[in-house]
Structure formats: C-alpha cells, structure tokens
C-alpha cells in the first residue's frame, strides 16, 4: 500500500505529548514578539518523528506541500525529514526539482531546527553540484532572518567538503546582521572551518573578531586555546588593542619569513 498523509498524521496523533508540547512552546520561543511566534506543537521527540517519516519518504510532493504548510510544527519537521531523504534517493533531475520545491515553499521553514534539517542536506548538497553560490548571497540578503539563516547553514555542506571560501563569504556578509539567531549559525559555521582549517579561521577573525557580534565570535572561538579565545575576545572589546595585536602578529611573521629566507640563502651558498 502506498504512503498515505492522513495515517502519517495519525501515527504522528499517536505520539503527542501535551507536557512537553508546553515545554517546546518556550524552548522555540513562540510569545507574542519572539521569534517563534505562533508555532504550534504537538510534543514529539525530533527522533521519534525521524522514525515515522523514514517509511513515508515515498510521499509526493503535493502530499509535502500539505505538511509544510501545517500549523503545527512537527508535521514541517516530518516534511523536512521526507524532503531530504526523496533528495538523497534521487537522480539529478529529481534532486533538482525537490531543490526547486524547497525554495519555492522556504518560507515555511521557519524554525532554527526545520532550517537546520535541511539547508545543508538539500540545499547545500546541491549547490556542490550546480556551483550556483550567487543564490546564497540572495538569501544572505533577504530580510527574512530563516532565509538569512539558511544561507550559512547551507554552506556547511561545502565545509564537509573542505571547501571553505563560501562559508567564510556569507559570513562577511552577516557581520552586521542584528538577529541572535544569525550570529549563533554564522558563528557554528565558522567553528566548523576551523575544524578543517585553523589557520583559515584565524585569517577570518584576525580581520573581522573586533566588529564580530558577541555571540557569533563565542560560537566561532570555542574549540581554540584558551589564549586564543582571550586575545579575541578582548579584541572584541578593545579594538584599538587589536589593531596593535594584528600588526605585531604581521611583523613577527614578517621576521620569521626574512629569517627562514635568510636561512634558505646561506645554505645555498654553502
């Protein structure tokens, strides 16, 4: 028997908890003015509804289009959860129809956690493929703080890669962004290059660290040493220190490349 949308939500119905739908109504701050305003929850566990949606990714997409839709927010979740793995299973004329069903229904992932199931993996995983980088320098400028948000997200997926240049770009585009949510995405982003790359990171927040907002250089320094994250976040303070910080690390690299050159010249001549 083929998936059907009424018995995924009554699989769902089965598993709602009114406590912790409570508990998830303050956790993803829906109050009047939060970010989350007005998002409805049924209390299912994010694995419990990973579970459910694994035999339902056969679903079609005006079936998807249903959910996304819904008021509540685990039913977006399920959508997600199916849109990624019918992208996984797809060739490429299929992947890229699901990438265009993404964008054309983005406003409906509209949660920190809808975003972050599924800019990388659908999204991310694509542009790997069709190099189509100026789509997020679009979304990075939208005013919608989820697209914003889906933008660096989905930059994680040329991190895995080891390609990092898109990430460090959308995230100079971001510097200035007044959203809490932006800074904590741009800011795990960056953690993320420096688990590939140190030294590019270091680059990124020699340059940027003292105009950073607090909470994306927090995020972006955790897995530095200790000194390092001390130097940053007192330039993030101070930046007339950093500017003298910066200068003197140039000069002593400077020195050290002079001494190496010198090295190298009198053993040249010996």
Sequence with gaps: MPPNLTELRKKLRLL???????INQGFFKTGIGEY??????LGISVPDTRKITHHFFELSLQDIAKLLTSAWHEERLSALFILTEKYEL?????????????????KKVNNWDLVDSSAHQILGNHLLKTHEFVLLEKLACSSNVWE??????ATYAFIKQGTLIPTLHIAKMLLQDTQDLIHKATGWMLRE????????VLLFLDKYAARMPRTMLRYAIERLSKK???????????????????????????????????????????
Aim: proline share 2%.
């Design 36 to 41: 989350g305003h007005g998002d409805r929850f």
């Design 90 to 106: 797809a060739n490429f004329a299929g992947q890229e129809k699901i990438v265009q069903f993404y964008l054309k229904h983005v």
């Design 193 to 200: 290059v420096g688990k590939k790359d140190e030294k590019a």
């Design 148 to 153: 914003r948000r889906i933008a660096i997200v």
């Design 228 to 270: 390092l994250r001390n130097t940053y976040l007192h330039a993030n303070k101070n930046p007339l220190y950093f500017i003298r910080y910066t200068q003197k690390k140039g000069a002593c690299l400077a020195k050290k490349i002079a001494k190496n050159l010198d090295h190298s010249c009198k053993k040249r001549i010996e």
């Design 16 to 22: 709602e908890s009114p406590v912790r739908a409570q």
